[in-house]
């Protein structure tokens, strides 16, 4: 029982990390807390859907899809919104981002209703079994492996590549960016736009997985939030580290209090990370 709930822990927990993958880039880089960062997650299970649903486009295939479709959207509303209040206060561009999340909310429900929905594939209930003792879900170990390597192929954008380096560089020492030729303006929006496009892949995963509604994403991005909090900005393991600790943690606790407390569960390592180490886990110290 035990290894079941460790298992299914850590399958929920690379969910939440990829969740949280964006929201910590646009954060750590930009200095914006993106509370829209749930109402794009809810579009990217949204593409994935109707791509479904009126193409008959497999699931895990529409992941290019909205990942694409969702980079452009981000790339788009920071390059011609945000960045427009992007050296304004705090409380600017938290309120831009609150409008921003309202508006995408609103349209998505005059669009779709607020009906729940699931993307109902013929392979949704196959697994496999180890042993006697632990039963493992096709879809959501795939799920799992995708999010391996998409969290991959971000440590090598960030790490290998010039558009790494000009987004690193323009995080540590903004001024000396402009100074050695990179365009602050084009890197934000990519910044941006990765972080969205991450996003858009943990909607589609979300799609294969769990119901969706248009009004899924505040929760969404409470719980990204709380990851990025716990796993600390500064580092990519930072919000794979707080999403399998969310996940483990939300699994053994909904298996000793019930489901219904999964939320309070989180919320309390949250409060207590930010007690006993306010800048998370791998966050540096003064």
């Keep these: 029982m035990l290894l079941q709930i460790l298992i ?3 399958l929920k927990g690379g ?6 993958i ?3 880039l646009i954060w750590g880089v930009m200095d914006i807390i993106n509370i829209a960062h749930g109402s794009f997650i809810m579009l990217g299970a949204f593409v994935t859907y109707w791509l479904f649903t009126l193409l008959g486009i497999d699931p895990f295939l529409s992941l290019f899809f909205s990942v694409g479709l969702l980079f452009i959207l981000g790339y788009g509303i920071q390059r011609y919104l945000i960045n427009y209040v992007i050296r304004a206060s705090a409380f600017i561009t938290l309120i831009l981002a609150f409008g921003i999340e309202i508006f995408i909310n609103n349209l998505a429900l005059v669009a779709w209703t607020a009906d729940v929905r699931k993307v109902e594939v ?6 496999f079994s180890i042993g006697h003792w632990v039963t493992i879900p096709t879809v959501r170990l795939v799920a799992f492996g995708l999010v391996i390597l998409i969290s991959l192929l971000f440590f090598f954008i960030l790490n290998r590549t010039h558009l790494g380096r000009s987004i690193r560089a323009t995080s ?3 001024d000396g960016a402009r100074l050695v030729g990179v365009d602050v303006a084009h890197t934000y929006a990519l910044t941006f736009g990765l972080g969205i496009g991450a996003a858009g892949a943990a909607g589609t995963l979300w799609a294969i997985l769990f119901p969706i509604s248009p ?3 505040g929760i969404l991005t409470l719980r990204s939030f709380v990851v990025v909090i716990i796993g600390g900005l500064g580092s990519m393991l930072g919000p794979i580290i707080g999403g399998l600790a969310l996940g483990l943690t939300e699994s053994f606790g909904s298996n000793w209090f019930g489901s219904t407390y999964s939320d309070l569960i989180g919320f309390t390592i949250l409060v207590l990370v930010l007690i006993i180490r306010p800048k998370g886990i791998l966050g540096g110290t003064d």
């Design 172 to 174: 540590q020492d903004l």
């Design 22 to 24: 964006g929201m910590s």
């Design 215 to 217: 009004m899924m994403g």
């Design 122 to 127: 013929a392979y949704g209930a196959a697994n």
């Design 8 to 10: 299914n822990g850590l």
């Design 15 to 20: 969910l939440y990390a990829l969740m949280a």
